[in-house]
């Protein structure tokens, strides 16, 4: 079981990226999926998590419209549209997979990375001011 993660590159503050991540070895239908990035001398941070395809999407507050997460069952696949980028979202930005289904009440825990059971290798995003 495998996610890969691709897309990230070099860009300009202001501008746009879409980070795509495919799974391989199961479905990944039922499960939330999720970014996280890690900016080089801090944590993992959580992103965003997508809670099944037809499901709400969660952002966490630094996104502020700016991007938008977006999910393609048939390909077993999840994207993050990243626009007005700027220079402190520059980092390694992870997909990541979990089958844990948690109430509504209890949705925080899917911010955590220790809550995911699958991860992508990672993509790295540089933004230039």
């Known amino acids: 079981v495998q996610l890969q993660a691709s897309g990230g590159g070099m860009v300009q503050a202001g501008g746009s990226l879409r980070l795509s991540c495919t799974g391989s070895?199961?479905?990944?239908?039922?499960?939330?999926m999720a970014w996280f990035r890690e900016a080089p001398g801090k944590d993992r941070e959580f992103v965003a998590v997508?809670?099944?395809?037809?499901?709400?999407?969660d952002y966490a507050d630094f996104v502020n419209g700016r991007f938008t997460v977006s999910r393609d069952d048939a390909t077993n696949s999840i994207y993050l549209q990243m626009n007005d980028l700027k220079p402190e979202d520059t980092a390694v930005y992870y997909c990541?997979?979990?089958?844990?289904?948690?109430?509504?009440?209890?949705?925080?825990?899917?911010?955590?990375?220790?809550?995911?059971?699958?991860w992508g290798q990672g993509t790295l995003v540089t933004v230039s001011s």
């Open positions: 990541a997979a979990t089958s844990l289904g948690y109430t509504a009440s209890e949705y925080f825990r899917y911010t955590r990375a220790f809550t995911y059971d699958y």
């Open positions: 070895g199961r479905s990944f239908t039922a499960f939330r």
């Open positions: 997508n809670h099944w395809s037809r499901g709400r999407t």
